[in-house]
């Protein structure tokens, strides 16, 4: 009876998981819809703001992009690495991590030996693993999911842009999830800064346009506000991978706990039916007994 007493009281246990997680599912499915449609409003802006860039960029001599297109050796290195302040997301964070720590051992081994990368982390997780590293971890920005806007964004985007003017860093990486769609979510790792020529220029059109002030100060308005834009969509992008994740972790999580109970009740019905069984055999041998 005490096996019937253990394989019961998994039953509740597993039966209060699966409700859990089937709320969690809800949860993210409607939060999902709200992240889902912030991003997708925001990528037609982004991708204009892009070629408007590119198509001006393009026009001028060089390509001239100021202080934010200069290419340096590349000696310090800072990767934005975007990830979300909670946990039960299946893969969703530790693919980040793993993203990031591949990028440091293969491509900036040398640097990160001498001290000079840095990660800054986007999303609680990110943070709490890079921590324990004072070499590695540059600080976080975890405050951003509590209110996400361009407005709150934008900032550390600044930070990030006058650090790389004075020199601080000679290129700046961001490392996040991709929103496809509620199973899918792709890592991406995206050069921020510098700005890189897009493979698009040759072919870019030379329309015959009057600009003003002119193209080079247009030019030199619409970085900041693309590079901004470029992170924000990166954050907006991650938020909504996060509830994709979750959504389909959890909707996992319960179809298993389902399938768990339904073993732990043939088993508990088997262990039922046998202690009856015993039971029933104890009975007529004693009543044999009696008769005998």
Do not use: C, W
Not at 13 to 23: D, L, M
Not at 114 to 123: D, Y
Not at 140 to 149: S, T
Not at 226 to 233: D, F, G, R, V
Request: hydrophobic share 40%; aromatic share 6%; charged share 20%.
């Amino acid at each position: 009876m005490a096996n019937l007493k253990e394989v019961r009281l998994r039953i509740v246990s597993v039966s209060s998981t699966q409700q859990i997680t089937k709320a969690m599912k809800m949860v993210s499915a409607a939060k999902l819809r709200r992240a889902q449609n912030a991003i997708t409003q925001l990528r037609p802006y982004a991708n204009k703001l892009r070629d408007i860039l590119e198509n001006l960029s393009s026009t001028l001599e060089g390509g001239s992009g100021g202080q934010f297109a200069q290419v340096r050796p590349v000696e310090k290195v800072l990767i934005v690495a975007v990830t979300s302040n909670r946990g039960l997301a299946g893969a969703f964070n530790a693919n980040i991590i793993r993203q990031v720590n591949k990028i440091i051992h293969e491509q900036y081994s040398a640097q990160a030996n001498a001290g000079n990368v840095k990660v800054l982390s986007i999303g609680k997780k990110a943070s709490d693993f890079y921590s324990k590293n004072n070499t590695l971890y540059y600080g976080n920005h975890n405050e951003v999911y509590a209110d996400l806007r361009f407005d709150v964004v934008a900032p550390i985007a600044e930070k990030i842009m006058n650090d790389f003017a004075v020199g601080q860093y000679d290129k700046v990486i961001v490392v996040y999830n991709q929103f496809k769609n509620a199973a899918v979510q792709i890592v991406q790792v995206e050069q921020m800064l510098p700005l890189q020529p897009s493979e698009s220029n040759a072919q870019a059109t030379n329309n015959d346009y009057i600009f003003e002030p002119g193209k080079q100060e247009i030019i030199l308005d619409l970085i900041p506000k693309s590079i901004k834009t470029q992170l924000y969509k990166a954050v907006l992008d991650s938020h909504a991978s996060e509830h994709g994740a979750r959504m389909t972790a959890m909707s996992k999580a319960t179809d298993n706990a389902g399938e768990l109970i339904k073993e732990l009740k043939l088993t508990y019905n088997k262990a039922r039916q046998a202690a009856i069984t015993n039971e029933i055999l104890e009975i007529v041998a004693g009543a044999e007994a009696l008769n005998g």
